[in-house]
Structure formats: structure tokens, C-alpha cells
């Protein structure tokens, strides 16, 4: 059935535009209390790796309760939940005075986090089919790409035009209010809550958990998330360190890779789907990424030679971005309905992991490379290919799981 026939069609609409607003307010948060201008640089360095591991922490810690309390439940209360938490915590952002408080209300960011990925991923999957479903997972992955690029690269540029840190903290609070009374007007539950038998949550976990598919996804998405996570952590200093990149030529670069990641993510989404196939468009979306990253961190100090081959840059860009479509498809695949919530709780676990490693491990490589060669890229490089290394492994066992159609005679 299509989206439009499904009746879903304004509340995926909204849920793609409420989520690209909700994260640009996360990701200018972070961009902000990364930067010197936010308590005097309290958190720059460690702090920004302790912050971007507190919240994952506490995702984890409450992620199950969300998913599975969506099954039970409906979607629609625990996403609009996370607009309000997610934009409470930006708010008490601008107005901490110490350290501590900053750790402290990174716990609620990960309990918005939490509350957010699992019920979002849960209602697209509602609304989807097996004929759309890997485009609709991919169009949340470009409402989040855009979130996170729009709002990182928006805080830091708005704070070099001399933008006090507590303005941005209370526009992106405001952002995400907004965004959930739009929520609670214009999206529609997506869950039909079953009046027959009531499933316990904790019965709900063990079925995903138990699941040998979900379990053979670890040494796949955990890596890649770890990395996303050490880019996070760590893109501010290098830019600022290492890249010889004028203003203009940043401009290019981050326009390139962004319009090409965006055709890639439609594109290969459409293909997959098309197709029916999940697991070829993972590996290749992983040695895409992972010839990205690779090449970007390793001639970081050298940049004149990937502008001598720069056709790279853009078709490395589109091929990365078949991986996210078909990834979060293959975890559609796999679920059941009256446990979708609880799957997409498991995805919110390994997104978190990965958040957790990433960041400490990012910033124990650099500093053990500094300490040795005079710099850190050369651990952070070493770091990226373990990552790619580990993921692209793990794809050798992974199962095909998109549905087979069988045509009526």
C-alpha cells in the first residue's frame, strides 16, 4: 500500500520535519558547550568526551522502557515526551553555571534520545511496507544527517560571529518546544493498541534479545556508530588543528559531501527497496564510509592532494550513503509488530554503545598518537580502519531478511 493510501502520509511528513528540528537543537547544544565561549571552555577536550558519554549511558539505562512502553502503549506520547525533554535540557544547558550540572543534564539528553529514536524508527516502520520501507527508514537518516549537520555547523559558525552560547542554548530550547506542540497537533498514532492480551516489557525484551539475527547486527552497527561518535567528539579540533581550508574551500567541501550523501541515501533507498535486498547495499554503503573517513583523517595535514583527485570525495559520498537506508530496513525486516518497539529499543542500545566507545576511544588515540609522533592523527587514522575493518567482518554474517513479494496469479 502506498504512504498516501495508508492514510500516514502528513504524519511522516511532520515526523521527518519535527525530527530535523529536534536534532539541529541537539546538535547546536553540542556544538555550543564544545566551544570555549560556553563556561569559559569548562568542557573542551575531556569534558565534551564525558558529556558525549553520560548521555548514551543514560539512553541505555531507559531505552528499554521506552520501547517496549511504545508497544504497549502507542508511539505518539512517547515522541512528543522527547521533544519536551530533549528542549528542557537545551534550556537548563543556558542556564548552568558549573560543570557538574552540564554532566548532570546530559542524562536528560539521553533520556530524550532514548524516547525519541525508539518511537520515531517505530511509527516510520508502522506506517511502512515492505515495498517503501527502506526509502522511509532513509529519509529519517537524511532529516537526522541534516539535523546534525545543519545544527553543529549553524552553532559554530553563529558563535564565530560572535553569538553569546546561552542565546543559541535558549533558540534551540525554543526549536524543540515548538516542534512538540506541532507533534501533538499534526501527527497522528501510528500503533493500534491491542485490547486482547497484554504482553509484559520484560517478555518483549527477551524475544528481541534472544533473536540470533539481532545478535549477529552487534560487530556491524556498534563500529560505525563508535565512529560516527569519534567524528562528533573530535571534528571541531581537527578542523581547527590540522585543516589549512579557507573558508571557502570548507564551504565546498562540506556542500559536496553533504549533496551527494543526500542522493546516495534517496537513491540506494529506492534500490534496495526495489530490489529487495539489504545486505549488499550495507556492505557497500560500509567500504564507501569507510574510504571516506579514512581519507579525510589521514590527509587532514595534506589536503592538496585529495583536491588533485576531488571526484573522489563526492562518489565515496554517495556510495556511504547506501549503508543507513538498508541498515535500518534489515532491523525492520526482522521484527515483529507487537515487538517493533522493543527492536527499535535494541537499535537505540547499539546506537548508544557506539556513542559511548567512540568518544573515549576517539580521545584516548589521540592523545596516546600525540604523545608519540607530535600528533593525533596518526591514532585517530588507526582508529577509523579498526572500525571499518571490524564492521565490514561482521557483514559476512549477516542473513538476508527483506521479504520476498509473491505475486497473486
Known sequence: MGLRKSGHFLTMMMLYLVTLIMRASFYVTIAVISSSAYMSGALVGWGVAVVLAIYPIAELSSVSFFGSYSDKIGRKPIFVASLFMTGLAAFLF????????????????????????????????????????????????????????????????????????????????????????????????????????????????????????????????????????????????????????????MLILFAMLGVSLFLGIITMGHLSDYVMKRRPFIVVGLIGFGALAYLLVANAEDFAAIWSVWPLLPTLGFIAGSFAPAAMAYLTDISTEEARGSTMGVYSIFFGSGMIIGPIAGQIAYDLSFANYGTGLIGLAILVAAFIAVACIGTYFLEEAAPVIVEEK
Request: with cysteine; proline share 1%; glycine share 8%.
Open 94 to 249: 543556558g542556564i548552568a553555571t558549573f560543570e557538574f550540572l552540564a554532566y548532570l543534564l546530559a542524562v536528560l539528553f539521553g533520556l530524550g534520545a532514548a524516547s525519541q529514536v525508539t518511537s520515531t524508527l517505530s511509527m516510520i516502520a508502522d506506517a511502512s511496507s515492505e515495498t517503501n520501507r527502506a526509502r522511509l527508514m532513509g529519509y529519517y537518516d537524511l532529516s537526522t544527517l541534516a539535523g546534525l549537520a545543519g545544527g553543529f555547523g549553524l552553532g559554530i559558525i553563529l558563535l564565530e560571529f560572535g553569538w553569546q552560547a546561552n542565546t543559541l542554548l535558549y533558540i534551540a530550547a525554543a526549536a524543540c518546544m515548538i516542534s512538540g506542540i506541532l507533534a501533538i497537533l499534526l501527527i497522528k498514532e501510528t500503533r493500534i493498541v491491542s485490547e486482547k492480551e497484554e504482553v509484559s516489557m520484560t517478555a518483549l525484551l527477551k524475544e528481541v534479545a534472544s533473536d540470533r539475527r539481532i545478535q549477529k547486527m552487534l560487530p556491524v552497527y556498534v563500529p560505525i556508530i563508535s565512529l560516527y561518535g569519534l567524528m562528533i567528539s573530535q571534528v571541531k579540533h581537527i578542523l581547527e588543528e590540522y585543516f589549512s581550508l579557507t573558508a571557502t574551500d
